[in-house]
């Protein structure tokens, strides 16, 4: 019975979050209506095709045509997008696997700066001939290729000392190993400047979007380069992503997403069964270290700019809460996690901060006879976007306390035939 | 002979648990192992099944000693074992649990599972149907979209063997198959013993307290008392050894018996 009335609800939502978005893409309620629906496609029972169609109006229809009056909705699409990418891999690792990874934004630093590099004039003080920076067509998605293959090979060399550890442990080594691959970013700039250190490199090539641009054109939209670039990367995060979930629940219905869940219940049974422990685990790092490189290489082409501060063990955590928010091996979980961790970051926070701001420039005195407090005085401290480590750790205790199971708990899958049973 | 121990030695630190045991066990056959608690038995299958690595001895499945080789490499090799507090992977659904159990028998590939190749459907579909089967034959068939972890004792026992034998092994190691079990779950489990046995052809080592089953379903039976192996023989002989009674119920037992 539950399942028609959600079925009939959420289309209509769905269409009314649309035109709402369309209407007026500015306003905040908009925003939480489109997002409100996206999470319900995501978590009620109703036909899949009903949910996929919602969701895809939602991402591909709503957006991008609000997105062109109030350009906003595409930054926060690609964060959410690339967030996503993220969490899917590092869930394989720590939801499905049950490795502690503490250090997983070093591969997606690995990914960034290949692109980074090389798709910029830094080469050039390595590699002379003035070679560089490569052309954003074909390199750039050359590039990307070639993030994914050096993330999974680092994970895999990473992995062959640090997996061998259990638990706490290698969370101990892979928090060292990130920390390695950001240092080595921001101190390789001499004897030779590979990295450009800590000043970052910039700026970084972007592939042509001539195409988009007559496609854009013969539909009668003329819109400015910095637009068309916000929707061009707004669909490439989300087409990324969307190959990122395939393969993820491709994965995780085989005999290798089997086999990481096995040993994250219990290495001792999974062994007696005949599962490697090692080549087990380190397929599940190479595989979210592979994600991770691909966002990597993307991100660099979308910031224009890559430094050692993108890549800090924050960022990790960050990744880390999101997975645990969402579910740890929930795929749907990891997504939602990742929306609303970004949410919490670049919305949330920083519009609490502004509200604060502008309580402390308007020098209101709060007056209560015995005591005097002049907003003005409010130090900038308080601020709620420096807290965002304070929020991440409010995170972790309460779904560790309410809801162990995170937002969207894994649910594994039922045995098909239990349809026709039903 | 289907497995041969010879000298196998296990210490920790001074603890001397499995100490110069010899044993052969034929193909096909039902053998116990019994003996009080503490005797090493436990240790012994966790040697056999590479869990712990022997100081000393060989362990010789078929022609190939397996002595300190890796717990999946024995596995593979088609050693399968239960556990005495039971193993299972809690959160996975009673299908998938016997799936991870078909693991080394699923052949394809990660990048087939990528782009959905033929192969991998077809190998999957294999797998699902020979799931089925095996959850049919331990008769957990309608349980088989429950979670592990919320499945009766006696049900997560049996799931534990559908696993196991999901290795499709020649060898199975049953640690206290029957504890925790009513009579008749203890009854049904001897019936099932014996036709793992004959209908699959499988040869079995039980570790096991409860004595009216050792008695009645094995072939032959060894006993271990601080490491050591007191005696062996069939179920009647080892019954009436003084050894025995002296190991179960001290000496003044073994006067009472005499």
Same mark, same amino acid.
Request: with cysteine; charged share 15%.
């Given at each position: 019975?539950?399942?028609?009335?959600?079925?009939?609800?959420?289309?209509?939502?769905?269409?009314?979050?649309?035109?709402?978005?369309?209407?007026?893409?500015?306003?905040?309620?908009?925003?939480?209506?489109?997002?409100?629906?996206?999470?319900?496609?995501?978590?009620?029972?109703?036909?899949?095709?009903?949910?996929?169609?919602?969701?895809?109006?939602?991402?591909?229809?709503?957006?991008?045509?609000?997105?062109?009056?109030?350009?906003?909705?595409?930054?926060?699409?690609?964060?959410?997008?690339?967030?996503?990418?993220?969490?899917?891999?590092?869930?394989?690792?720590?939801?499905?696997?049950?490795?502690?990874?503490?250090?997983?934004?070093?591969?997606?630093?690995?990914?960034?700066?290949?692109?980074?590099?090389?798709?910029?004039?830094?080469?050039?003080?390595?590699?002379?001939?003035?070679?560089?920076?490569?052309?954003?067509?074909?390199?750039?998605?050359?590039?990307?290729?070639?993030?994914?293959?050096?993330?999974?090979?680092?994970?895999?060399?990473?992995?062959?000392?640090?997996?061998?550890?259990?638990?706490?442990?290698?969370?101990?080594?892979?928090?060292?190993?990130?920390?390695?691959?950001?240092?080595?970013?921001?101190?390789?700039?001499?004897?030779?400047?590979?990295?450009?250190?800590?000043?970052?490199?910039?700026?970084?090539?972007?592939?042509?979007?001539?195409?988009?641009?007559?496609?854009?054109?013969?539909?009668?939209?003329?819109?400015?380069?910095?637009?068309?670039?916000?929707?061009?990367?707004?669909?490439?995060?989300?087409?990324?992503?969307?190959?990122?979930?395939?393969?993820?629940?491709?994965?995780?219905?085989?005999?290798?997403?089997?086999?990481?869940?096995?040993?994250?219940?219990?290495?001792?049974?999974?062994?007696?069964?005949?599962?490697?422990?090692?080549?087990?685990?380190?397929?599940?790092?190479?595989?979210?270290?592979?994600?991770?490189?691909?966002?990597?290489?993307?991100?660099?082409?979308?910031?224009?700019?890559?430094?050692?501060?993108?890549?800090?063990?924050?960022?990790?955590?960050?990744?880390?809460?999101?997975?645990?928010?969402?579910?740890?091996?929930?795929?749907?979980?990891?997504?939602?996690?990742?929306?609303?961790?970004?949410?919490?970051?670049?919305?949330?926070?920083?519009?609490?901060?502004?509200?604060?701001?502008?309580?402390?420039?308007?020098?209101?005195?709060?007056?209560?006879?015995?005591?005097?407090?002049?907003?003005?005085?409010?130090?900038?401290?308080?601020?709620?976007?420096?807290?965002?480590?304070?929020?991440?750790?409010?995170?972790?205790?309460?779904?560790?306390?309410?809801?162990?199971?995170?937002?969207?708990?894994?649910?594994?899958?039922?045995?098909?035939?239990?349809?026709?049973?039903? | 002979?289907?497995?041969?121990?010879?000298?196998?030695?296990?210490?920790?630190?001074?603890?001397?648990?499995? /100490?110069?045991?010899?044993? /052969?066990?034929?193909?096909?056959?039902?053998?116990?192992?019994?003996?009080?608690?503490?005797?090493?038995?436990?240790?012994?299958?966790?040697?056999?099944?590479?869990?712990?690595?022997? /100081?000393?001895?060989?362990?010789?499945?078929?022609?190939?000693?397996?002595?300190?080789?890796?717990?999946?490499?024995?596995?593979?090799?088609?050693?399968?074992?239960?556990?005495?507090?039971?193993?299972?992977?809690?959160?996975?659904?009673?299908?998938?649990?016997?799936?991870?159990?078909?693991?080394?028998?699923?052949?394809?590939?990660?990048?087939?599972?990528?782009?959905?190749?033929?192969?991998?459907?077809?190998?999957?579909?294999?797998?699902?149907?020979?799931?089925?089967?095996?959850?049919?034959?331990?008769?957990?068939?309608?349980?088989?979209?429950?979670?592990?972890?919320?499945?009766?004792?006696?049900?997560?026992?049996?799931?534990?063997?559908?696993?196991?034998?999901?290795?499709?092994?020649?060898?199975?190691?049953?640690?206290?198959?029957?504890?925790?079990?009513?009579?008749?779950?203890?009854?049904?489990?001897?019936?099932?013993?014996?036709?793992?046995?004959?209908?699959?052809?499988?040869?079995?080592?039980?570790?096991?307290?409860?004595?009216?089953?050792?008695?009645?379903?094995?072939?032959?039976?060894?006993?271990?008392?601080?490491?050591?192996?007191?005696?062996?023989?069939?179920?009647?002989?080892?019954?009436?050894?003084?050894?025995?009674?002296?190991?179960?119920?001290?000496?003044?037992?073994?006067?009472?018996?005499?």
């Amino acid at each position: 019975m539950k399942k028609t009335w959600t079925s009939i609800l959420l289309p209509l939502c769905g269409v009314a979050a649309l035109c709402l978005l369309v209407c007026c893409p500015r306003s905040k309620l908009s925003l939480l209506a489109a997002l409100a629906v996206l999470f319900a496609a995501l978590s009620v029972k109703a036909p899949k095709w009903i949910k996929a169609v919602t969701f895809i109006a939602i991402v591909l229809i709503a957006v991008p045509i609000a997105g062109f009056k109030d350009s906003f909705l595409f930054e926060l699409g690609i964060q959410i997008g690339i967030y996503a990418a993220l969490a899917l891999g590092l869930n394989i690792v720590v939801g499905m696997a049950g490795l502690l990874d503490l250090g997983y934004a070093g591969f997606f630093a690995i990914g960034a700066y290949t692109w980074a590099i090389f798709g910029s004039g830094q080469a050039n003080a390595f590699i002379a001939g003035g070679h560089f920076p490569l052309p954003g067509w074909p390199y750039f998605y050359l590039f990307i290729v070639l993030a994914i293959m050096l993330a999974a090979l680092t994970g895999t060399l990473i992995g062959l000392p640090a997996l061998r550890l259990r638990g706490d442990y290698l969370a101990i080594v892979t928090l060292g190993l990130g920390q390695t691959v950001r240092l080595m970013a921001n101190n390789l700039d001499h004897p030779v400047n590979i990295t450009n250190g800590p000043q970052g490199i910039s700026p970084i090539e972007r592939p042509p979007i001539g195409w988009l641009d007559s496609v854009l054109r013969t539909m009668g939209i003329h819109a400015p380069p910095a637009l068309e670039y916000s929707l061009f990367f707004y669909l490439l995060v989300l087409f990324v992503a969307g190959i990122v979930v395939l393969i993820n629940i491709r994965l995780d219905r085989s005999r290798f997403g089997r086999a990481w869940v096995a040993i994250r219940e219990d290495e001792i049974a999974a062994r007696s069964v005949g599962i490697s422990l090692m080549k087990t685990k380190m397929l599940a790092f190479a595989t979210g270290a592979a994600f991770s490189g691909a966002m990597g290489a993307i991100f660099a082409a979308k910031q224009l700019f890559v430094s050692p501060e993108s890549f800090t063990f924050l960022q990790s955590i960050t990744i880390l809460v999101m997975v645990l928010l969402g579910g740890m091996g929930s795929i749907r979980g990891a997504i939602v996690g990742a929306a609303a961790v970004t949410l919490l970051n670049i919305e949330v926070l920083k519009n609490l901060s502004d509200v604060l701001n502008s309580v402390r420039q308007s020098g209101f005195v709060l007056n209560l006879g015995f005591w005097q407090f002049n907003f003005a005085q409010l130090s900038s401290q308080l601020e709620p976007a420096k807290y965002e480590r304070m929020v991440f750790g409010l995170i972790i205790i309460l779904m560790t306390i309410f809801r162990p199971g995170g937002l969207i708990p894994e649910r594994r899958h039922r045995l098909e035939m239990e349809k026709e049973e039903e | 002979m289907i497995l041969s121990l010879q000298n196998v030695t296990k210490s920790f630190g001074g603890l001397t648990a499995v /100490d110069q045991v010899n044993l /052969d066990v034929r193909e096909k056959e039902i053998f116990s192992i019994i003996g009080p608690n503490g005797a090493g038995k436990t240790t012994l299958f966790n040697v056999l099944t590479g869990l712990y690595r022997p /100081d000393g001895g060989r362990v010789m499945f078929g022609e190939k000693n397996i002595a300190g080789s890796s717990p999946d490499a024995i596995a593979s090799r088609g050693i399968g074992r239960t556990f005495q507090n039971i193993r299972l992977f809690g959160s996975m659904t009673v299908f998938e649990n016997i799936m991870v159990g078909l693991h080394t028998h699923i052949h394809y590939t990660y990048l087939e599972t990528l782009f959905h190749a033929p192969r991998f459907f077809k190998e999957e579909h294999k797998a699902k149907n020979r799931a089925l089967e095996l959850l049919e034959y331990v008769g957990l068939r309608h349980s088989a979209s429950e979670l592990a972890r919320n499945l009766p004792y006696g049900k997560q026992r049996r799931l534990e063997i559908g696993r196991a034998l999901a290795l499709n092994p020649k060898l199975l190691l049953l640690d206290e198959p029957a504890a925790g079990m009513n009579p008749q779950e203890t009854f049904e489990l001897t019936d099932f013993i014996r036709k793992v046995r004959t209908e699959l052809g499988i040869t079995l080592i039980l570790i096991e307290h409860h004595m009216q089953l050792v008695m009645k379903v094995s072939d032959r039976v060894a006993v271990l008392d601080y490491g050591r192996k007191i005696a062996e023989g069939t179920p009647a002989e080892v019954r009436t050894n003084p050894d025995v009674i002296e190991a179960y119920l001290g000496k003044s037992g073994r006067e009472e018996r005499v």
